[in-house]
């Protein structure tokens, strides 16, 4: 993944032991695949599930990205 994609996937909250909460674009078929395994989904509002801005140096010049689940911005100089 790139940076901003990596930044935009979908996350997962461990809550307590097998215990987790998904943000709502994982799909219903990797939900099904970890109650199968013991899991128990609990459900957290969106912002639990943090934030991220991030800038990485590459051999030719900077990438940066920014997450859209909240206000803030890569900057860098």
Do not use: C, N
Not at 11 to 31: K, M, N, S, W
């Amino acid at each position: 993944m790139d940076l901003q994609a990596a930044i935009d996937a979908p996350r997962l909250r461990q809550d307590d032991g097998y215990r987790v909460a998904l943000e709502a674009p994982i799909t219903d078929g990797v939900r099904t695949a970890l109650q199968g395994t013991g899991h128990v989904l609990t459900e957290w509002p969106p912002i639990a599930f943090g934030g991220a801005q991030a800038i990485m140096r590459r051999p030719r010049g900077w990438a940066a990205g920014s997450d859209l689940r909240k206000d803030g911005m890569a900057v860098g100089y």
